[in-house]
């Protein structure tokens, strides 16, 4: 059966204009897509790119100064611009902390238009005055981005939708299924190869197109072969999820508009309902404290450790005696007590900064439990990482870029308290910057996705209504 | 004839089990959406009454102090949320709630929601507007798809004309049938989140006037929807196509051509990054005048012209602290560079915003999201007011700051410290967000399109129906 | 499973290809087949006739397997239809009333297709050798189906069940809404398979078409077997005579 099966639905598919249809609706589609995730990646690595470059002629500048300061000659400079002030290079010369794009960055944009890419931490700006949210229009974060995980996740499954919810129906409908039903053939079997044709054929039309469309965009397949091949599984986990919901709608609904409505109702279900459903539950289950309220609290902080800075500054030279044994001059200015007051700061605030990083942790683990739930969810979640722009990259980020921080105040500590000149040859031993993206997979999310679906065929298979149940006539 | 279409209508959708569990449902999500929003909005209001006094209590209490070291030291500004944003949370959660406001400096408004949340926030959330925007026109369809075509599927259409029953007539008896049961839920909703409202101890700007202009915003959409689907069912054969086309109308016209307008909008008209706006407004403070150098080429020229306006020699010779005057002279160039630049943001906006406007033409999805959002204050627009009252009264508070230390004090005296009572006089900062006529002057284009949408589809569906 | 049916196949003349025994069908309170027993033995057409809501489209529905009896038998070349509905359908085949075929496949496509998932494979010449036997004309074998009307769509159905090979027909008012003509060619063909040995049930309520085809002649009323004649014991005007007394028996 499964070869006339095969050689006629692919006839059928071909004389009624659906794989045609399918394949232009496809690549216009990713086509578009791509085009769109290419264009946001393009413009964040030229942003860093420009910040690096403006970073560079700034340096040149101030070695330029520097060595002149060494060799004894005169610059026109404000005294306290000075480069050899290491507070002026700590503060006017920050390293540009960059999270480089992904090359499969523009899969998914995820949180990529919500966060920014590069920050310039300061010897005396403190964490909390680092913005990591990128200035973008709340319209556009509304709206959302037309991505390639927007393409799959959300109208994948309606292309599927009407590609296969009336696969029984309509052989009812038209009146052939009488004369199907009158051949020594068991439905269920039937109709499990037809989908499994059409799934075949889908998903076919979806490499070709997608190979069509990355080549197209000049995307790099030998040196990222196994990522496009964790794509590729990733969309035919996610379709075939589908196609056996269709399966099962099919076996189990008699009329074509009824499926159609199941199966919207499911993706109603599945795409739209499960995610913000579970996002209620998780900001219900671990509420974010308020940041206004944070806020108040840091202020009250603030203005306790300012009233008392110079009381600070001795118990931080107390707990740091190198300071105070290397300087013979004892000269204590405005930076010295302000260090150790963003310090003291910093430390008393941790508590309540770690609540939200704590939070958002529950939060996340939260949804990534039951993330099952909603297999929208799942491959969004699986996409986000192939591209590097997910919620934990950006946290990441943020832990890397704040350890960098105080490596870079770190560094530049021992050169204020010991009232040290800054030289030119220091330069080359300030620290420098690599973000690496941690190594994670989805591919277990995704197994349990095909695992998911195997059920449900089986489920349909045990729990089958019995042939008669297959209603034949209309 | 209307009158009995309508009546066969209505017992035809409540004899259909699948209606009746849809309309369920989606009263329950409602009601589910509706108690999240009122608790949230609770909460939200609850910490935005807490923080403003704290903070203002902060500020109050700081004590003796130099009137710039305050200006440093500085306050915030909280973005009140809405009552109405219990109906349409708009950007709320994408836009910043609170903004610091100091020394020369304008900040951007902090702590955007979102960025504290988890990338599911990124799905939408499970709130009213989600399911009077997305779920109820799903609804719609789910009703009206075949309203037509089943009478040819069945063959009553015919029995219908040999009766001598008139296009219109039947189609509007049908439309009535789908409109009033949507219409009635929304309606009820509407009215017992307005008592909700007005029973919440600090309701604000609450007014019933807005909350029925976005009663009838969401009705226009409603008939807009109802009318395109009834256009289909009236033009296609068969039940299924119908169905299959009215959900491609709604999967386009709410969720891709938003996304694709959005893509498009930034692609045209890009925001700066965080760090490229900062930096441009770095440079163009460095060429001007920076009150704490004063030896800056801009400085020493308004040295010389004071002096020569005051016809004094010196600075110590002038009637007021020549810091201070200093002082509130950078503050007035800074705030002209800010101006500048976040006039810049704004034309990059409004920019985007007519590309909004224009593909409002293919999707009433858009003028009715961002009407929606404006009549709950919830909109960028909104935000952006705030923003400018909040820049507005940072400029009109380190007026005040350094007014009081040039007057005060004598030229020099940099370790002058004013009264710990001194805080206390300046103006609280009260916000004011744009009245319902201010936000549907604004809106005007908007209102427009919904218009041409309700009239250009109630017409096409009179031609199409005309003769069945 | 093919040895099976070979084994069951090597019958006597006079074993019924079709066996009724008791059969019941009921639906709540309404009692669409009430105990009916029939047989239709090799070489024979039997005609059910009976007016809409009798029974007759439910015992073809029961021997098809489409709908479970509640209770009573029903055999196919001696295969239970209950226990093992799949086995039966190797051997017949079914022209439903309003046969329906893929409309943008032609008529060799459908034959090939309908045999294919039956297990049976031709060539494309026996293909055509078939449906030319079937009395489809060569000229409409590329054209899809869509064209076709309700005639030709029948001879793709008889061409099937040639194709099949099928021992026993199963009719359900195969010849309303034909022309005369179509009518009365396809009153031939069903002779020709009748001299092939096939046996043949045929629901209708055409009641001279009947009396030309048939052998045996059955009249239903209310799901019950009310009257069977061999064609032969008596004229089409005793028939027609006895047909409408039969009818309005019960309703008096």
Redesign the interface.
């Known amino acids: ?1 499964l ?3 095969f ?2 639905e692919w ?2 598919l071909i ?2 204009r659906w794989i045609q249809l399918l394949s232009m609706v496809l690549f216009l589609l990713f086509g ?1 897509a791509v085009y ?1 995730g290419m ?2 990646v393009e ?1 964040r690595q030229a ?1 860093i790119a ?2 690096e470059a ?1 970073l560079k002629t700034q340096e040149t500048a101030s070695l330029k100064v520097l060595d002149s300061l060494e060799n004894g000659q005169k610059v026109s400079l ?1 005294r306290w611009r000075l480069p050899s002030r290491p507070v002026v290079i700590g503060n006017y010369l920050p390293r540009v902390v960059s999270m480089p794009a992904k090359s499969t960055a523009f899969i998914a944009t ?2 990529s238009d ?7 931490p300061t010897v005396t700006g403190d964490d909390l005055s680092i ?16 991505d390639l995980a ?1 393409v799959i996740i ?2 994948l499954p ?1 292309l599927i939708i ?1 590609f296969s919810f ?1 696969v029984l129906a309509s052989e009812r409908e ?3 299924l ?9 439905i269920r079997t ?1 109709v499990l190869q037809k989908l499994a044709l059409r799934f075949f054929w889908l998903t076919l039309c979806i490499i070709v197109t997608l190979l069509i469309v990355f080549a197209i965009s000049s995307f790099d397949f030998s040196a990222n072969f196994s990522v496009f091949g964790s794509l590729l599984l990733y969309i035919i986990v996610y379709a075939l999820f589908w196609f056996v919901l269709a399966f099962a709608t099919n076996i189990w609904i008699h009329s ?3 499926n ?2 199941a199966l ?1 109702g499911f993706w ?1 279900i599945f795409v ?2 499960s ?6 539950l ?3 289950f671990y509420p ?1 404290p ?4 944070m ?2 609290q840091m ?2 902080l603030k ?1 306790e450790a300012t ?1 008392k800075q110079d009381e600070i500054l001795d118990s931080y030279l107390r707990d740091h005696p190198e300071y105070a044994i290397n300087d013979s001059s004892q000269t204590r200015n405005f930076y010295h007590r302000y260090m150790a007051t963003q310090n003291l700061v910093k430390e008393e605030l941790r508590p309540v900064v770690e609540k ?1 990083e704590t939070q ?1 942790q529950n ?2 683990q939260w ?1 990534y439990t039951f993330s099952w739930l909603s297999p ?2 799942t491959v ?2 699986a996409f ?1 990482t192939l591209a590097g722009t ?2 934990k990259d950006y946290q990441e980020f943020r832990s890397q870029s704040l350890a960098f921080a105080k490596e870079w105040r770190d560094f530049f500590i021992p050169f204020m308290f010991n009232n040290q000149e800054f030289k030119k040859s220091d330069y080359k031993n300030l620290p420098a910057f690599e973000f690496s993206y941690a190594n994670e997979t989805s591919h277990l999310r995704i197994l349990g996705l095909l695992l998911m679906s195997v059920v449900i065929v089986t489920l349909v298979f045990v729990f089958k209504p ?3 149940q297959i209603q ?2 209309m | 004839m209307i009158r009995h279409t309508f009546k066969k209508e209505t017992k035809e959708l409540w004899r259909d089990g699948r209606v009746r569990i849809a309309f369920i449902i989606v009263l329950l999500l409602t009601a589910i959406a509706v108690v999240i929003s009122t608790n949230y909005y609770k909460n939200i209001n609850e910490q935005y009454v807490e923080a403003s006094a704290n903070e203002r209590e902060v500020w109050d209490n700081q004590g003796e102090k130099n009137p710039h070291s305050a200006a440093h030291y500085g306050t915030y500004a909280f973005k009140p949320k809405y009552p109405l944003s219990l109906i349409d949370q708009g950007v709320d959660k994408y836009a910043g709630t609170s903004i610091f406001l100091e020394a020369h400096k304008r900040n951007e408004a902090q702590f955007i929601a979102a960025s504290d949340q988890t990338g599911l926030a990124r799905f939408g959330d499970l709130t009213p507007d989600f399911i009077l925007l997305f779920i109820i026109p799903l609804l719609l369809i789910l009703i009206a798809y075949n309203s037509m075509t089943k009478e040819r599927e069945r063959g009553t259409l015919t029995l219908l004309n040999s009766q001598g029953a008139v296009g219109w007539k039947i189609v509007l008896g049908k439309w009535l049938a789908i409109f009033v049961p949507v219409c009635s839920i929304v309606f009820i909703l509407f009215v017992i989140t307005g008592f909700l409202l007005s029973s919440l101890p600090d309701f604000g700007v609450f007014s019933w006037s807005s909350l029925f202009t976005l009663f009838i915003t969401y009705m226009i959409y409603y008939a807009i929807f109802i009318n395109l689907v009834l256009i289909i069912s009236a033009t296609v054969k068969k039940s299924g196509i119908a169905l299959v086309l009215s959900l491609s109308v709604w999967i386009l016209v709410c969720l891709v051509l938003p996304k694709a307008a959005s893509n498009l909008a930034e692609y045209k008209y890009p925001y700066p990054t965080r760090q490229e706006f900062a930096e441009n407004i770095a440079k163009d403070k460095k060429l001007g005048l920076d009150g704490h150098n004063p030896w800056s080429a801009a400085a020493k020229k308004l040295e010389e012209e004071t002096l020569k306006e005051y016809g004094v020699d010196s600075l110590s010779q002038l009637p007021f602290n020549y810091d201070g005057y200093r002082m509130q002279k950078g503050e007035e160039h800074e705030a002209e560079i800010y101006f500048k630049h976040y006039q810049y943001l704004k034309t990059q906006y409004s920019n985007q915003n007519s590309i909004y406007k224009t593909l409002a033409i293919i999707s009433p999805y858009l003028p009715t999201r961002f009407m929606s959002m404006a009549i709950a204050k919830t909109d960028y627009n909104t935000h952006w007011d705030f923003s400018d009252a909040a820049e507005n009264y940072r400029i009109a508070t380190q007026k005040f700051l350094n007014e009081h230390f040039a007057n005060e004090t004598s030229y020099g005296d940099w370790g002058w410290k004013a009264d710990a009572d001194f805080w206390k006089q300046l103006p609280k900062f009260e916000y004011e967000p744009p009245s319902l006529v201010e936000t549907l002057e604004t809106n005007t284009t908007s209102v427009l399109m919904m218009f041409v949408w309700l009239l250009g589809s109630f017409t096409v569906l009179f031609f199409t129906t005309k003769s069945l | 499973m093919h040895a099976v049916w070979y084994a069951k196949s090597t019958i006597t003349n006079t074993t019924p290809m079709i066996r009724i025994e008791h059969l019941t069908k009921t639906y709540g309170d309404l009692t669409a087949l009430d105990s009916l027993n029939l047989e239709v033995k090799k070489g024979e057409i039997y005609c059910l006739l009976g007016a809409n809501g009798a029974g007759k489209t439910t015992t073809i529905n029961l021997l098809l397997g489409f709908i479970k009896p509640t209770s009573g038998n029903a055999f196919i070349n001696e295969i239970d239809v209950v226990a093992q509905p799949k086995q039966t359908k190797h051997h017949l085949a079914y022209i439903p009333e309003n046969l329906m075929l893929y409309p943008s496949l032609n008529a060799i496509e459908n034959l090939d297709y309908f045999s294919g998932i039956a297990n049976k494979k031709f060539k494309k010449h026996e293909l055509e050798a078939f449906l030319v036997e079937a009395g489809l004309q060569q000229s409409a074998f590329k054209k899809p189906v869509a064209k076709y009307s309700k005639g030709m769509r029948q001879k793709v159905g008889i061409a099937i069940a040639l194709a099949k090979d099928a021992k026993v027909l199963l009719l359900d008012e195969p010849t309303s809404g034909l022309d005369p003509k179509a009518s009365n060619e396809f009153g031939q063909l069903l002779q020709k398979l009748r001299q092939k040995g096939v046996a043949t049930l045929m629901a209708t309520h055409d009641l001279f078409r009947a009396k030309e085809v048939a052998t045996t002649i059955g009249v239903m009323k209310d799901g019950k077997l009310m009257k069977q004649w061999s064609v032969d014991e008596l004229s089409l005007k005793e028939l027609e005579e006895s047909y409408l007394e039969t009818m309005s028996y019960n309703t008096l």
Do not use: C, D
Not at chain 1, 114 to 120: G, M, Q
Not at chain 1, 131 to 146: A, D, I, N
Not at chain 1, 178 to 186: E, G, M, T, W
Not at chain 1, 275 to 280: F, Y
């Open positions: 059966m070869q006339y099966n050689k006629y006839l059928l004389r009624n578009f769109n264009q946001k413009a942003n420009a910040a403006e404000s995820g949180q919500l966060f920014t890419h590069y920050v310039k913005s990591y949210t990128e200035m973008t229009s709340p319209v556009q974060l509304l709206f959302g981005s037309f927007f959300y109208l309606l009407a009336n038209s009146g052939t009488k004369l199907l039903a009158a051949q020594p053939i068991r039937w074509s508009a009824k159609a409505i919207i109603v739209l309902l995610p913000s459903i579970l996002n209620q998780s900001n219900s974010m308020s940041r206004t309220l806020l108040n202020r009250t203005a009233k939200f958002l939060q996340q949804a929208a969810l969004q979640n986000n997910s919620e019995k042939q008669q034949i006539a």
